[in-house]
């Protein structure tokens, strides 16, 4: 499969690397995918319209609670969505419906608090952009800087958090240090993952409702997909992701190519 061309490399009997993996991924994963983020929509859906509601109220007495029990729901659609994405990077045997209820079963109860905190960030940042952009007076070059480097730690830290979420036993403290470590021997690939979903999510708020209409169904998946993406190998290395999950799922490529 090439992506303008015939690509006589690319072979979906093996496991590829580089940008032939990326399309092997799409190729096997991208339908699923997008079952998931329609359920993550839904879910995101208590969220979304509590913070629209203290906007257009211009209630920070509403935000704060819409947006913690918001996020509380959304959490356990979020933790599905990561752990399909990384079964898919690690090539998982099972259906997209199995992965569903055995992260709900496994991830929900965990998945709460975090899903609070990230609600109750993702509020507080849609509050201060409304205030901003209907100021009398433009933010300063300061401020926006400060924001923007603040949207990325933010962003950096999900990326690296909800994984450890979906794939270990670890308490939070384990996984806010192994995230800070990470992101400091990986700096420049983790900001540059995160600037990417930085850019992806402006570009859903700037060009608004228009986008609205694609955030069902890409919203979410592609963007996380193509950052995990980009930090998997480094993962990988770092805390023995496929090493661990082999001894328990085996190896698919070598149990197919057997």
Known sequence: MGLF???????????????????????????RWVKLNLLAALGALPLAAGIAFSILTSSVVVLLPASLIGGTVFGPFLAALYDSIFRGLRDAPGSWREHWRRSWRQNAK?????????????GLYAFMLYMMWSAALPPTPGTVA????SALLFLALNLLYWPQ?????????????????????????????????LAWTAAFVLFAPWTLLLAPFIGLWFILFVCEFILYSRLDSALQIEEQFRAVEGDPWKEENA
Do not use: C, H
Not at 5 to 31: C, I, N, P, V, W
Not at 146 to 149: D, K, N, S, T
Not at 174 to 189: E, G, H, S
């Open 146 to 149: 400060l924001l923007v480097f």
């Open 165 to 197: 979420l979906v794939l270990f036993q670890q308490g939070a403290k384990a996984r806010l240090y192994n995230a800070v470590l990470f992101t400091i021997r990986y700096f420049w690939r983790v900001m540059g993952a995160a600037a990417l979903a």
């Open 110 to 122: 965990a998945s709460l608090a975090p899903g609070a905190l990230l609600g109750l960030l993702a």
């Open 5 to 31: 061309f015939a690509d006589d490399s690319y072979d979906e009997s093996r496991r590829m690397t580089g940008f032939a993996r990326y399309k092997q991924l799409l190729s096997f994963y991208a339908g």
